[in-house]
Structure formats: structure tokens, C-alpha cells
């Protein structure tokens, strides 16, 4: 089956700053590549996904990138807020077949 | 639409009782999903029903687990007995499968369980 790894675990960075989440997954056959925040106390909520047709995705400050060829995708954070506080997790699914996760990261944005 | 519900939010129960969670999907989403997340472990897949059919319950850690889909909308996970190391947040997720893949991939708000 799929198998997901996600770095770093834990990131810190100042308020205003970027971050970066990068995952890499081992199965060619997936095409599809969500990311999901987690904030306390709450449920995973989809911010922004990918499938394997497209390179590169972008919405407001959030955008994720797709290298197929070395089998990695990341989560690229713009002028990081306070509410970008969270833990991110990142999945992956061949065709048909259901999601695979990342461990999680948990990102805190200084002020 | 009101999203993936579960029930109860909270749930506290003694050593040896059965415990009964609750999930109502996402009207249309022909997928379910329950999952179980600890800081030791992460986010878990228990078991997942296509079109109400249990499709891989390879996850779920033991027989003290079950898991119905009765209907399309609504699904029990049910622990008997449960033990303290059952204790962690169960989510529901629910989504539209297709050839091509799952889509629309929702989670619940979770049910919080403690077992003492």
C-alpha cells in the first residue's frame, strides 16, 4: 500500500515568515495529493489539493508543488499568521483507493 | 450542509462498559471512513465502507471493535469491552469514490473518548 512521510514534525517560524511542509509518498500509481489543518479540539478540514496533471497550485497565501518523477509534494505557507497555528497533515491515494496520511506537523507561527 | 456529524462529542466511560459511537456522512458521499488518532500514533484508519459494504477493516485493533453502515446515512463503531488504551478522539470521514479516486474527503468533529 501507500506510504506517506512527512517533514518536520514540529516547525517554528516568526510571524510574517514562510513555511514549508514537504511530504514524499511511494506509490507511482498515486494521483491525487490533499493537504489537511487540524486546529484543537477540532477535525482535519482539506485547505488545498492536488492531482497528479497538475505541477503546482496556488490559493491566496497557500500553495502545495508536485514533483511525480521524485515522488514528493509540499505545502508552502506565505506570510504566516497566527491563525496559521495548526497541525498539517498531508495524504495521498492511487486512483479509486482511499487516502494515506503523513505523521503530521505542527506548525506555530510566532508573533 | 451540515457537514460530517458525529455523537457524542465527549465520552466518558468506566473500564468493561460498551461504548457506541455515532456518524451521519455527508448526504450523496458514497464512502465512510472511522479513524482513530493518538499522539502515539497518529491519525489511524479503523475500517471504511463503500456504498455501505465494509471494504477493509484491516485497521481495527481487535475483535472488541465492529463497525455497521446500516444505511447511507448513518454508522456505528462500537467497542465492547472498552479498555483505558482505548482511549483517544475517533473521527468519521466521509467522501464521493469514484473511478478515478475519493473526492471531497470530509472529517467529523470527532468524539473524544476516555476510558478510566
Known amino acids: 500500500g501507500e506510504n506517506v512521510e512527512q517533514h518536520p514534525s514540529t516547525l517554528s517560524v516568526q510571524e510574517g515568515d514562510s513555511a514549508v511542509i514537504k511530504c514524499t509518498y511511494s506509490?507511482?500509481?498515486?494521483?491525487?495529493f490533499p493537504w489537511y489543518k487540524q486546529e484543537l479540539g477540532k477535525g482535519p478540514q482539506l485547505i488545498i489539493d492536488?492531482?497528479?496533471?497538475?505541477g503546482e497550485k496556488k490559493d491566496q497565501r497557500i500553495a502545495v508543488t508536485l514533483n511525480k518523477t521524485a515522488k514528493h509534494f509540499s505545502l508552502h505557507i506565505t506570510e504566516t499568521q497566527p491563525e496559521d497555528s495548526a497541525v498539517y497533515f498531508c495524504a495521498a491515494s492511487p486512483a479509486g483507493y482511499k487516502l494515506s496520511f503523513g505523521a503530521g506537523t505542527t506548525v506555530t507561527v510566532r508573533a | 450542509d451540515a457537514g460530517v456529524i458525529q455523537s457524542p462529542r465527549h465520552e466518558v466511560t468506566e473500564m468493561g462498559q460498551e461504548v457506541t459511537l455515532r456518524c451521519k456522512p455527508i448526504?450523496?458521499?458514497?464512502?465512510l471512513f472511522w479513524y482513530r488518532q493518538t499522539m502515539m500514533r497518529g491519525l489511524e484508519l479503523l475500517i471504511y465502507?463503500?456504498?455501505?459494504?465494509?471494504?477493509?477493516d484491516s485497521g481495527m485493533p481487535e475483535d472488541r471493535f465492529s463497525a455497521k453502515m446500516p444505511n447511507a446515512s448513518f454508522s456505528t463503531l462500537k467497542i465492547q469491552p472498552s479498555e483505558p488504551r482505548d482511549s483517544a478522539v475517533y473521527f468519521c470521514a466521509s467522501s464521493t469514490r469514484t473511478g478515478q479516486g475519493y473526492y471531497g474527503y470530509t472529517f467529523g468533529s470527532g468524539t473524544r473518548l476516555t476510558v478510566v
Open positions: 492536488i492531482r497528479s496533471n497538475v
Open positions: 465502507f463503500n456504498n455501505n459494504v465494509p471494504i477493509d
Open positions: 448526504s450523496g458521499h458514497n464512502s
Open positions: 506509490d507511482s500509481a498515486s494521483n491525487y
